[in-house]
């Protein structure tokens, strides 16, 4: 609302589009709820959109504006000209000046000899299923329930018409290593939820599927000669940030005001928009990282470990020399693959076949100096064997 505010967009636009959002329940780093209502923010009721109905709300606003709109073209190319730019679609170019990129997550034009490049930070996607109930036809209000598992988390709520939308956010290979369909997937990770299967309980299930990238991401260029990127063209963020829609708002606003000063002969004003926008990602990160290590509860799974386990920051220890381990072979060399990108100064692989030659830490620890040929323990040992027990390569 308030960057809303800031457009002089009536309120109306988010009102008539969105039932309140009551509150948010979420089960994260442990089974019992924990409610976040909307009654203890001093900004009172959060909404639950309709982004089809927003969107074109907030396109016939502008147009009442005066603002020149196009809807049904789809950009296929751009094309370098002498003093701009040609936007090419299927019937007609568009000669501009300057152009500003807002085409989303799979923005991927090249700008001239700038070729289109993105950062990504991880793979996450959002499988959503569209539930009915016969009996419900209209919901006035609504919650967002919030809940991990060991393959993901979900994300659950009601909307206007009475839809359940149910996304499980998780990782591709997970997904690929399920021989079924992506529905059958969806509704076999159902199964391993509390809450969410309970409230779910109602709505019949159905076959139909939306797949949907939400992965973070950051272009690596965001402005250059004569064009800028905002929004998810320039960076994405997790949807357990809720945060897409007002990072759009914002950046549309600072976007504008860099590129009326770059006009206003303020030569570093696109420079300055991108580094901001760089040092907000940064920011972004942290707090995504931090929360994700809020649930520690399937460390030893691929989801969870692939967001929480930086290997070369483990400072507390729990195995000594004196410790037998036994090696638990499950999805062992997909771990062993994750744990040499995080620690390429040991050999991940030798590493596991010493502790399964011998169970004694000491033993195995010498047993795998030999065969890497090396007089001194490296100071990433210990990183590196607490590693394995983090992600259950041994217990
Ligand atoms: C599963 C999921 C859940 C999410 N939940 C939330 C949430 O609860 N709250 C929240 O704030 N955010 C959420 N987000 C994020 C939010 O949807 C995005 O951050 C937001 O939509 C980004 O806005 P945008 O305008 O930058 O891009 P988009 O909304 O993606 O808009 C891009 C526009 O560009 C158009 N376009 C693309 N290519 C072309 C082309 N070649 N020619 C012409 N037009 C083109 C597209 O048609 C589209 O209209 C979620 C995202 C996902 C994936």
């Known amino acids: 609302m308030h960057e809303l505010k800031k ?69 296929t190319a751009i094309k370098k000209t002498e003093n701009g730019w040609d936007l090419i679609s299927k019937t ?43 009996e419900v036809i209209k919901a006035e209000k609504s919650h967002v329930l919030v809940e991990s598992t060991q393959n993901g988390w979900w994300y659950t709520t009601q909307i206007a018409n009475g839809k359940m939308i149910s996304t499980f956010m998780t990782d591709p290979t997970i997904v690929s290593r399920y021989k079924n369909s992506q529905s059958e997937f969806w509704n076999e990770e159902l199964i391993k939820t509390v809450h969410t299967k309970e409230r779910l309980l109602p709505f019949a299930l159905n076959n139909t599927v939306y797949t949907q990238s939400a992965n973070s991401q950051i272009a690596k260029q965001i402005q250059g000669d004569g064009w800028l990127k905002v929004g998810d063209a320039a960076q994405s963020f997790d949807p357990l940030s809720s945060a897409g829609i007002i990072k759009g708002l914002k950046m549309g606003i600072s976007a504008a005001d860099a590129l ?99 169970p ?14 090396q007089q001194q323990i490296s100071p990433w040992l210990l990183q590196a064997l607490e590693s394995l027990k983090i992600i259950g390569v041994i217990q």
């Open 260 to 358: 009326h000063s770059y006009i206003s002969g303020n030569s570093n004003a696109l420079i300055e928009y991108e580094e901001i926008t760089k040092l907000q990602y940064k920011e972004y990160q942290q707090k995504r990282n931090e929360y994700y290590a809020n649930e520690t509860r399937w460390n030893n799974t691929p989801f969870w470990y692939h967001r929480n386990l930086r290997v070369k920051e483990i400072q507390t220890f729990s195995i000594t020399p004196m410790n037998n381990c036994k090696v638990n072979e499950e999805n062992l060399e997909e771990k062993i693959a994750f744990l040499n990108t995080q620690l390429p100064e040991i050999n991940f692989k030798t590493l596991v076949n010493s502790l399964k030659q011998t």
């Open 92 to 134: 007609k170019s568009h000669n501009v000046d300057f152009i500003i990129d807002a085409s989303g997550r799979t923005s991927k034009f090249n700008f001239g000899k700038v070729r289109h490049e993105k950062l990504q930070q991880d793979s996450l996607i959002g499988i959503t299923k569209h539930l009915v109930n016969s």
């Open 360 to 373: 004694l830490v000491k033993d195995a620890v010498s047993f795998y100096l030999k065969k890497e040929s």
């Open 7 to 75: 457009l002089e967009i009536p309120n109306s636009i988010i009102n008539e589009h969105s039932i309140p959002c009551t509150e948010i329940q979420n089960t994260w780093g442990s089974s019992t709820i924990h409610h976040n209502e909307s009654i203890f923010n001093p900004f009172g009721d959060s909404y639950i959109l309709s982004r089809p109905d927003f969107d074109n709300a907030l396109l016939q606003y502008c147009k009442k504006l005066g603002i020149n709109i196009q809807s049904g073209v789809r950009i």
